[in-house]
T-cell receptor, first 114, second 112 residues
């Protein structure tokens, strides 16, 4: 059983297009995240949601819009894609109870913008 | 700015040897975590150590935390080829616990 799943796994698109990445977790967690990993493997947090509420927006351009329809889902929509958006995007989830617990990561979505 | 920074950036050892990776961070933390990432995969949680703990073990893993020096180390004993991966430390920045900051990672290569 997949704990955190992402679709699609690969996404190749042209500059200027709009695309979405979906994430679902079946762990009963209350917190979900989006991370961007660049070509140098540096992993940076973009957003975190707790109980469907946006908690962290780490100075991400407005072209990126996350949406959490329920606690098990966190989707990422990207408008007007740019070359610099090419990266691997990871979704993660955790259970937050005052003290942080470990995060469970999805397999990643490799986005290539041409 | 980057919170966690691992050292070394890359490490190549023979199977059976021990591997030690270090992590330094800048701000106060609630806990520190270590993750592993195999090539082309998502990160997998290895171990969490809280700020009031000094050492923790899990199988062949040993993690130490020195909050006075703002540093942690991950020791993998009796390494195996399957341990080949990137290892990241992660800390909670002082923002209420929802912002986890990852270091740049140490790339470990274990030769069979």
């Amino acid at each position: 059983d997949t704990a955190v799943s992402q679709t699609p796994k690969y996404l190749v698109t042209q500059m200027g297009n709009d695309k979405s990445i979906k994430c679902e977790q079946n762990l009963g967690h209350d917190t979900m995240y989006w991370y961007k990993q660049d070509s140098k493997k540096f992993l940076k947090i973009m957003f975190s949601y707790n109980n469907k509420e946006l908690i962290i927006n780490e100075t991400v351009p407005n072209r990126f819009s996350p949406k959490s329809p329920d606690k098990a889902h966190l989707n990422l929509h990207i408008n007007s894609l740019e070359l610099g958006d090419s990266a691997v995007y990871f979704c993660a989830s955790s259970l937050f109870r005052g003290l942080r617990y470990e995060q469970y990561f999805g397999p990643g979505t490799r986005l290539t913008v041409t | 700015s980057q919170q966690g920074e691992e050292d070394p950036q890359a490490l190549s050892i023979q199977e059976g040897e021990n591997a030690t990776m270090n992590c330094s961070y800048k701000t106060s933390i609630n806990n520190l975590q270590w993750y592993r990432q195999n090539s082309g995969r998502g990160l997998v949680h290895l171990i969490l150590i809280r700020s009031n703990e000094r050492e923790k073990h899990s199988g062949r893993l040993r993690v130490t935390l020195d909050t006075s020096k703002k540093s942690s180390s991950l020791l993998i004993t009796a390494s195996r080829a399957a341990d080949t991966a990137s290892y990241f430390c992660a800390t909670d920045a002082d923002t209420g616990g929802f912002k986890t900051i990852f270091g740049a990672g140490t790339r470990l290569f274990v030769k069979a």
